[in-house]
């Protein structure tokens, strides 16, 4: 992995998951999940931080599915990964 794509993935997974930061729970634990855009390449993804079960348990987007997930959350991950690039972008982050 390249190095640059390693550092975003830890400045990204360091916010925590955003969902649960959505829903008030504080910052918790993230894993990577990579947005797959038409069918494009994993490694070429975006990426935001879900923690295991918003990532890939039963009320997570790999559980729940992309449509089911957004309904559920009120947001996709667009919507989410807005969020994530304006923490990141923030001059205290």
């Given amino acids: 992995m390249q190095k640059k794509i390693k550092e975003l993935y830890s400045k990204t997974a360091s916010i925590g998951c955003i969902i649960c930061?959505?829903?008030?729970?504080?910052?918790?634990?993230?894993?990577?999940?990579h947005i797959r855009r038409y069918g494009g390449k994993r490694d070429l993804a975006?990426?935001?931080?879900?923690?295991?079960?918003?990532?890939?348990?039963?009320?997570?987007?790999?559980?729940?599915?992309?449509?089911?997930?957004?309904?559920?959350?009120?947001?996709?991950?667009?919507?989410?990964?807005?969020?994530?690039e304006e923490i990141l972008n923030a001059p205290n982050h």
């Avoid at 923690?51 to 959350?73: D, M, Q, S």
Wanted: hydrophobic share 30%; proline share 8%.
């Fill in 46 to 84: 975006p990426v935001i931080p879900l923690c295991p079960e918003h990532h890939r348990g039963n009320t997570g987007v790999h559980g729940l599915g992309k449509k089911e997930f957004a309904r559920k959350y009120g947001v996709d991950e667009e919507g989410l990964l807005e969020q994530v």
């Fill in 21 to 33: 930061l959505r829903l008030g729970y504080g910052e918790t634990p993230a894993e990577i999940h």
